[in-house]
């Protein structure tokens, strides 16, 4: 794999509560340059960057529901892309940067990037709450997420874009959540745990293979652009606090990058 990996050049996105609401900000991936995104007075998390690296997409209930929400790499022109009574949020862009997938009322959609041809990909399943946090995959040919049903707990799924060939990839005892494609799709991180505490395991896209990588508490993996690191949020200092931590792929060399930030554990993105 090719690419940026951690330095000042590459910078991790991130929702974080520590000027009293839920932001987005950009740090660089050496703990440097940490930079406020969205300014207001509203709730704005989730951050997803597109491929081209020039846009970030993100959930805000700024207009009363939430809803997604594309800006300029530095925080200029947001603009709205979904306008439904459902709430909206947890974007993906696909891999051209033409389309993002995101999660409505339990259920995966896919759009155009302007928000136009809203397309349902998935079905709420009937004894759950359904559908969340989908995941792009870089060869553009499936979307990854977490199901969720009644009496259960939520496990790792994956279906073609085309909306056929669903196919379950954990089977343990404990919630997996937030799965996350390695650059060249024949990996998935995730999180799993259960009563609050997780950590970070990877596993093939078949869901063989899987090898757990922290375990001092982790969640919301995001892999960098070469594949050879994983950023990660984890609140093993302080329970509920969370910060920003990156390591290499095999493990090793966990570091922290931010100190008392207040990080939104849903959604980390790499760019």
């Known amino acids: 794999m090719t690419g940026k990996g951690q330095g000042a050049s590459s910078q991790?996105?991130?929702?974080?509560t520590r000027d009293g609401l839920d932001e987005i900000y950009v740090i660089n991936a050496d703990?440097?340059?940490?930079?406020?995104?969205t300014p207001n007075e509203v709730t704005d998390t989730n951050p997803a960057w597109s491929p081209d690296k020039n846009r970030i997409a993100f959930e805000s209930d700024r207009d009363g529901n939430g809803d997604v929400y594309v800006m300029n790499a530095d925080g200029s022109h947001q603009r709205r892309?979904?306008?439904?009574?459902?709430?909206?949020?947890?974007?993906?862009w696909s891999p051209d940067g033409t389309r993002i997938a995101f999660t409505s009322n339990g259920n995966i959609y896919v759009m155009n990037a302007n928000g136009s041809g809203q397309n349902r990909l998935t079905r709420r399943p009937s004894t759950g709450r359904g559908d969340d946090h989908p995941a792009w995959s870089p060869d553009g040919s499936r979307i990854a997420f977490d199901r969720s049903r009644?009496?259960?707990l939520a496990q790792i799924y994956v279906i073609h874009t085309a909306g056929s060939r669903l196919q379950r990839l954990t089977h343990t005892?404990?919630?997996?959540?937030?799965?996350?494609?390695?650059p060249d799709s024949t990996e998935l991180a995730f999180?799993?745990?259960y009563g609050g505490i997780s950590d970070i395991y990877v596993m093939r896209s078949n869901g063989?293979?899987?090898r757990r990588l922290t375990r001092d508490g982790g969640d919301s993996p995001a892999w960098s652009a070469d594949g050879r690191k994983i950023a990660f949020s984890s609140s093993r200092q302080e329970l509920f606090q969370y910060e920003i931590y990156v390591m290499n792929a095999d493990s090793s060399d966990q570091r922290k990058l931010t100190q008392?930030?207040?990080?939104?554990?849903?959604?980390?993105?790499?760019?």
């Open 12 to 16: 991790i996105a991130f929702a974080s």
């Open 31 to 37: 703990g440097s340059n940490l930079r406020r995104l």
């Open 81 to 92: 892309a979904t306008e439904n009574d459902a709430f909206d949020g947890r974007p993906t």
């Open 150 to 152: 009644v009496g259960g």
């Open 173 to 182: 005892s404990e919630l997996s959540l937030n799965p996350a494609w390695s």
């Open 191 to 193: 999180d799993s745990g």
């Open 208 to 210: 063989t293979g899987v």
């Open 260 to 271: 008392g930030a207040e990080v939104d554990s849903d959604v980390l993105s790499w760019r």
